[in-house]
Nanobody, 115 residues
Framework: VRLVQSGGGFLQAGESLILACVAS????????VAWYRQGPGSQRDLVAR???????EYADAVKGRFTISRDDAKSMVYLEMNDLAPEDTGTYYC??????????WGQGTQVTVSS
């Protein structure tokens, strides 16, 4: 299974960006999808997740600014990021956690926000 990400780049504070992730496998309704962020020298932290029970979870720092969505028919996961801030800088990873036990990461995409 491969997760291929697109999007990312260099932005100014206040701008918006959408990250996309396409899976090479069908995303089932019981599977969880998520986006994580990793800063330089830090661990990979959860940014947003949609669980297999269709529950949404966001990191406190992005609530109200970021929106995660999924299109299972297209095997796509999106992260809409609005009002970006320098603290949002990092490498973003798409994640698929299958109910069957499979656990996969995208290749990562860099988002850099300048003030």
């Amino acid at each position: 299974v491969r997760l291929v990400q697109s999007g990312g780049g260099f932005l100014q504070a206040g701008e918006s960006l959408i990250l996309a992730c396409v899976a090479s496998t069908r995303i089932g309704i019981l599977d969880s999808v998520a986006w994580y962020r990793q800063g330089p020298g830090s661990q990979r932290d959860l940014v947003a997740r949609i669980s297999g029970e269709n529950k949404f979870e966001y990191a406190d720092a992005v609530k109200g600014r970021f929106t995660i969505s999924r299109d299972d028919a297209k095997s796509m996961v999106y992260l809409e990021m609005n009002d970006l801030a320098p603290e949002d800088t990092g490498t973003y990873y798409c994640n698929l956690n299958e109910s069957s036990g499979g656990f996969y990461w995208g290749q990562g995409t860099q988002v850099t926000v300048s003030s």
